[in-house]
């Protein structure tokens, strides 16, 4: 596929998911390959001021030790922001995870910009 094929929302993704790999590997090796089936790349935009949201996460924290891990299933974790002025500052959010969720939108990717919000292959 020639470069500017690619769409926004998926080099948004494959910048970050570089990014993870760097920053993992002070703690540990990840290796990433591909299988004959596809990968599934699955967001979840969440906030530690969002009482919906533990279960989200409780769920997705379930593939970390499946074998599918890093070649058929990619799961990201993204905490918001527009959860912080109700009094709790999560400290894991970002401003950068926010607009991601917000350009999704924009893009007619997604219908809301909400907490728990799953996002699989770009589409929710």
Not at 40 to 65: H, K, M, N, V
Not at 98 to 119: C, D, E, H, W
Request: hydrophobic content about 40%; overall charge positive.
């Amino acid at each position: 596929m020639p470069f500017k094929a690619l769409s926004h929302p998926f080099l948004i993704s494959l910048v970050g998911l570089i990014i993870f790999c760097f920053q993992s590997q002070a703690a540990e090796q990840v290796t990433i390959s591909s299988t004959a089936n596809p990968t599934t790349f699955l967001e979840l935009y969440t906030s530690q001021g969002c009482s919906s949201c533990p279960p989200a996460e409780r769920w997705i924290s379930t593939f970390t030790d499946d074998e599918k891990l890093w070649t058929d299933l990619i799961p990201i974790n993204f905490h918001v922001t527009y959860w912080n002025y109700l009094g709790w500052k999560d400290p894991f959010a970002s401003a950068v995870f926010s607009n991601r969720q917000r350009t999704y939108k924009a893009l007619g990717k997604s219908r809301i910009v909400a907490t728990p919000r799953f996002m699989v292959n770009g589409n929710g």
